[in-house]
């Protein structure tokens, strides 16, 4: 069983920052491909960031330069640093875990975390 937990959601006024984290922990051993994604009310989930083992990085068009996502692989921890934030940035943040070493071997699976609230007031 893998668990996916978040942290670091907040309240926070437009132009502030917040640093959510993402800690994977049971039957899960290394993180090679994952994501941030956020689901605001009466819309769809959508990616924001995601990373590669590899090191590619990708981001939404509304975050670049302000976002930047981050790992330690050691902690089996990825992070998402958020700044200049908006109340357009107001949405549940859940990460997401698409290729993992697990018992059974490095393979493609999709974990989910429970997601944290983040709210930009304006």
């Known amino acids: 069983q893998v668990q996916l937990v978040e942290s670091g959601g907040g309240l926070v006024q437009s132009g502030g920052s917040l640093k959510l984290s993402c800690t994977a922990s049971g039957s899960i051993f290394g993180i090679a491909d994952m994501g941030w994604y956020r689901q605001a009310p009466g819309k769809q989930r959508e990616l924001v960031a995601s990373?590669?083992?590899?090191?590619?990085?990708n981001y939404a068009d509304s975050v670049k330069g302000r976002f930047t996502i981050s790992r330690d692989d050691a902690k089996k921890t990825v992070y998402l640093q958020m700044n200049s934030l908006k109340p357009e940035d107001t949405a549940v943040y859940y990460c997401?875990?698409?290729?993992?070493?697990?018992?059974?071997?490095?393979?493609?699976?999709?974990?989910w975390g429970q997601g944290t609230q983040v709210t930009v007031s304006s």
């Open positions: 997401n875990v698409r290729r993992a070493l697990t018992s059974a071997g490095w393979g493609n699976y999709d974990f």
């Open positions: 990373n590669t083992r590899d090191g590619d990085t």
